[in-house]
């Protein structure tokens, strides 16, 4: 039981983790938009 908990919370960490890369990606590809303008 307490492992599979564990096991949750990994892998929501995970998850947070990978939307943070691809807000970062975003953001990134946003400002080189913008400093082509």
Do not use: V
């Amino acid at each position: 039981m307490s492992y599979e908990l564990e096991s949750k919370k990994e892998g929501s960490k995970k998850s947070n983790y990978e939307i943070h890369l691809i807000t970062l990606k975003i953001e990134m590809s946003l400002l080189f938009i913008s400093a082509d303008c």
